[in-house]
């Protein structure tokens, strides 16, 4: 745990959240500031810095955040009209925080991939 990562905080039960999904390993949360009518987040409870990171160091349990993240779909509804599975990585596609985490986003038409 990285006491300065607000997510392990999360993780660790010290920051109050609304859980969606608990396994072993991965941890489903709504998102503080929604973008769609549904917006959960995915994490690792181990920390990793982003998606590529943990991607390299652990396929296995990048594969177990997949899965927590399909079941958070599934859960919320959205698997009939579909969601977007978004994982913000480094500077340029404006991460904030510093844990990979995954971004679960549906409910609505959620408009195009980009905006430029
Ligand atoms: P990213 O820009 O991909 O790093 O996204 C970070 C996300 O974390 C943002 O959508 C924030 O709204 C969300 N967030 C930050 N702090 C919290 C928190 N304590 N509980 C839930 N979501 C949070």
Known sequence: MNIDCV???????????????????T?????????????????PKEHYADVATLGQADPQLAGEVLATAAAVAESEGLLADGFRLMFN????????????????????????????
């Not at 997510?7 to 072993?24: K, L, Q």
């Not at 941890?27 to 994490?43: E, G, K, N, S």
């Not at 990979?100 to 549906?106: F, I, P, S, Y």
Request: glycine fraction near 10%.
């Open 7 to 25: 997510f392990c905080r999360i993780a660790a039960g010290e920051i109050p959240t609304t859980v969606v999904r608990e396994t072993d390993t």
């Open 27 to 43: 941890l489903a949360f709504r998102d503080l500031a929604p973008q769609a009518p549904v917006h959960v987040l995915v994490i």
């Open 89 to 116: 990585t480094g500077a340029y596609a404006g991460q904030e925080v510093f844990h990979a985490h995954a971004h679960v986003l549906g409910g609505a038409p959620l408009g195009p991939m980009l905006v430029r």
